[in-house]
């Protein structure tokens, strides 16, 4: 019986006779590197170059049939069919408009389970990852479309195991870790949507959907690794946020910065307390170790820090929070800015959305402590896409 090694870096052997059932049981090819396409080839006798055309026709030209890669000859795209591989991309089944632009997709994953993750495209950006006005010079090429940068937010995990009391993913609890072709692939996906040539449109990815990427970590960095080694995109245009998992983030310190998206660490209150209360994971990991592993990252030129800031109408919006967050980053002697967000509502989730002159005032009060902060708009509200609420139905 032939073997052969399963993707997903999972380094397991399955029967090729299982894998050749049905197009269900079809192994992807979409979440392999170069080395592990060379290796599907070399099992069939073919030189290790022609990996690159395969990286070119999936991740390049996003071609999702194995029958389209024309410039592979029929007889080795017959051979890889018959060997039991597909393309296996995950597939956009289901898109929400939202009247201010946003989309927000239910992507299916191929193979047995019929887990969808959501994916959310927003023309013009989040209006806070960057937020700094560095987008200026984007706006002003690129007339030809509907948008001129743009930013994608993708899930790392189905569901969450971190139970924020505020987040209403946490609500689902974690369902599974996402492969790196299912992460890298909502990304290909929603790139092929809307026609982007990456390296002359202006895309920003963020890592905050569904699910804690930082408790996916070998799985997420080998998307990464995907999105910018075959895929192409800058790890500079990409952000990673996580609740502030500490052994995460210390691998993170660890990786070569043209590999790194930049960091951001969901603070979201003022002290100890009052995230503990919010952040069950403080009492795992409370704010000061969390900062201790953050310092270790080493930034590259004018790169910051973003400390992401949940506003929660009457529990971490007082004008005091924000002197004491403004203390809390002033200490950590990083270059740092914060992006507010205000409390997006979920169904049975016990909060309030903050004033709107209370956002303004916690803004204001940072920036005279000295703290840069951006307000993050909310996006795609009315198709349950903005922060927190992914995952809220299928039916919206
Ligand atoms: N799990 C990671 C990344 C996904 S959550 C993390 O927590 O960092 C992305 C951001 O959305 C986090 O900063 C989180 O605090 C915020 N968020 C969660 N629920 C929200 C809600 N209902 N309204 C506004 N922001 C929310
Ligand atoms: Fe998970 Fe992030 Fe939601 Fe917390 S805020 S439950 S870490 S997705």
Redesign the pocket.
Known sequence: MMLRVVPENSGQLVPLDSAAAGNESRVPLFGLDAAALAGVLAEEGEPSWRADQIIEAIYRQYIRELSSITTLSLDLRQKLAAGGWQIGRPEITKAFQSADGTERYLIQCPGPTAETVETVWMPEGDDGEAGDGSNDEARASNETKDWRRATICVSSQVG?S?N?Q????AKLGLQRNLTPGEIAGQVVSVLDRHAVRVGRDRVNLV???????FLNYDNFMAAVRLLVHEVGLSPQRMTV???GIVPGIERFAQEPSDLRPKL?I?L?APNDEVRAGIMPINRKWPISSVMDAVRRVRLRPHERITF?Y?LLGGVTDRPEHAREVARLVRRTGLPAKVNL??????PG?PYGTPEPANVAAFRKTLGAEGIPAYIRQPRGRDIFA????LKRTVEA
Do not use: D, H, R, Y
């Open positions: 969450c971190v924020c505020f987040c209403l993913t890592f905050m959907g569904m699910g804690e990427p946020s996580t609740s951001a969901s979201n992401e949940v967000i205000a409390w997006n509502p979920g989730i903005a922060c927190g609420q």
